[in-house]
């Protein structure tokens, strides 16, 4: 059997880490590079190899998996003065599972081919550290079809629903309109779970009474227990992150002249609860937004 092409991975954030965790646990060689290496040490005990830089990691890799923070760092990252574009090659793919502007993307993908040669798919990521830990991501895909054909095999490996949705930039659109449903709905479990503390309900039977029903549902059976419980730590996604997709979302909607109100008041309560000093607190404790059994 053929060995498997060694991987790159630049970003070990919460996503990062658990992704890099399970692309060693599946036979994968992997360098990574992180902006703080204090971050490297579970990857690089499970056998990462540590890397200088984003250049490095692209130098020793075939293909180089991406996750980090927004547009800014995904730019620094590939064109910056150690990025990955520095020693990109053609024939390599570069997988960016970072949630950044679609627009960007696009052109950040021709940029990095005219340049280089080195192919971009764009895959943002949705599901969260453990569904990354169990390989049962849901990414989705912008890109070149033989591209993204090319790099199924690691796919295979993180996802449970891997789908092109288009050419470069597609995926993070799709992930947008993810984001868009996400964050809605996280504000609407917030105000549906203090309604029913506040009704004198059993609250915590809810996700029992409604199952089966059209309110059945994935955030229901995991989010709602976790939000009427108050448990939040460790933070499964921060808060910080979900409102600049949020904002994103915003902006596009705003771009394309649309009147969108349920998504804008989503938008302003994920903005007054980080303006608060929630910043790294994890996203679906939107909940203490709002008092215990009453209201905003």
């Known amino acids: 059997m053929a060995a498997k092409p060694r991987l790159g991975f630049v970003g070990l954030g919460l996503m990062g880490t658990a992704m890099s965790l399970r692309l060693l646990e599946k036979g994968w060689p992997l360098n990574v590079w992180n902006l703080e290496p204090d971050r490297l040490g579970p990857v690089v005990e499970a056998g990462g190899v540590a890397m200088a830089s984003p250049a490095q990691v692209a130098a020793e890799s075939d293909v180089v998996l991406m996750c980090v923070l927004h547009t800014q760092a995904v730019e620094a990252c590939v064109f910056g003065e150690h990025g990955i574009a520095q020693t990109a090659r053609n024939g390599q793919v570069l997988i960016d599972h970072s949630t950044i502007d679609p627009n960007k993307s696009k052109a950040f993908a021709a940029k990095l081919r005219a340049d280089t040669g080195m192919a971009w798919v764009d895959a943002p990521i949705s599901g969260g550290p453990l569904a990354a830990r169990d390989g049962q991501l849901t990414v989705m895909a912008g890109g070149e079809e033989a591209d993204v054909d090319t790099i199924k095999p ?33 504000v609407l479990m917030a105000e549906a779970l203090t309604l029913a503390e506040a009704s004198g309900i059993d609250a915590a039977k809810l996700p029992e009474c409604l199952a089966g029903g059209h309110a059945d549902g994935t955030l229901l059976k995991q989010l709602y227990p976790r939000m009427q419980a108050r448990s939040f730590d460790p933070p499964l996604a921060y808060a910080r992150q979900l409102l600049k997709d949020m904002k994103a979302v915003k902006s596009e909607i705003h771009g394309l002249g649309l009147d969108l109100p349920l998504i804008e008041k989503a938008v302003a309560q994920y903005d007054s609860y980080v303006s608060a000093g929630h910043e790294m607190a994890d996203a679906a404790s939107i909940v203490n937004l709002y008092r215990r059994g009453g209201g905003a």
């Open 154 to 186: 690691i796919m295979a490996d993180l996802a449970a629903n891997f789908t092109r949705a288009g050419s470069a930039g597609a995926g993070q659109l799709a992930k947008m309109l993810n984001q868009a449903i996400v964050g809605t709905t996280y």
